[in-house]
Structures are given as C-alpha cells and as structure tokens.
Nanobody
Framework: QVQLQESGGGVVEAGGSLRVSCAAS????????MGWFRQAPGKERELVSA??????YYADSVKGRFTISRDNAENTVYLQMNSLKPEDTAVYYC????????????????WGQGTQVTVSS
C-alpha cells in the first residue's frame, strides 16, 4: 500500500522554526516531484515548495525562509521552516506527482493526510 505520512507539525511562536517530514512507503519516489502544500482555514490549498533531484521550487511567500530537502535512501522529504509567521498557520500536506505541472495543478498521484502547523503571534 502506497502511503505518504507527514509528521513534525505543532505550535510555535512567531519567528521560530519547525521541520515537517513526509515519509513515503509502498514504492520508491526518487523519480517523483515531491511537494509540500498548505491550506489555511477558509483558503484554497496552495503549493509551497517542491523538489526533484536538483530542482527546487518555492512560493514567493516562503522564499528565503523555508528549505525543502529529500533523502531518497530513506524515501523522506523534509520542509525546514524558519522565521515563521502567523500567516504560515495551516495544515501542511505532502504530495507526489510525476511532473511539476501535475504537482502545481494539484493533479497529484499521492497525498498525505496532513499535519497542523500553528504559529502564534
């Protein structure tokens, strides 16, 4: 059974840091674009960051603050979030797709269940 499982969410004060992880199981994801999305209450889900091999993508709202990385041997993707702001509060989802276009348009092959990140002011 293919599964993406996020972990590492929590509550942090503004200006703090948090790292969320996405552990993939059931198949190898080394050829997939792996992405982190987030969805705040009352807002649409948005792509925050993506990675495949040497390619990385960041939304303008997180550039310079978030860093995505992956460990293909462990089938795990990470999102290091620094200088967190209250507007970063959302459920963060991990997803996988075979093309960046599919990822960016949320036509992903696999989705995780999400992990809550709350940034207090």
């Amino acid at each position: 059974q293919v599964q993406l499982q996020e972990s590492g969410g929590g509550v942090v004060e503004a200006g703090g840091s948090l790292r969320v992880s996405c552990a993939a199981s059931g198949r190898t994801f080394s050829t997939y674009f792996m992405g982190w999305f987030r969805q705040a209450p009352g807002k649409e889900r948005e792509l925050v960051s993506a990675i495949r091999w040497a390619f990385t993508y960041y939304a303008d709202s997180v550039k310079g603050r978030f860093t995505i990385s992956r460990d293909n041997a462990e089938n795990t993707v990470y999102l290091q979030m620094n200088s967190l702001k209250p507007e970063d509060t959302a459920v963060y989802y991990c997803a996988a797709a075979l093309s960046f276009n599919a990822l960016a348009t949320m036509r992903c092959d696999y989705w995780g269940q999400g992990t809550q990140v709350t940034v207090s002011s």
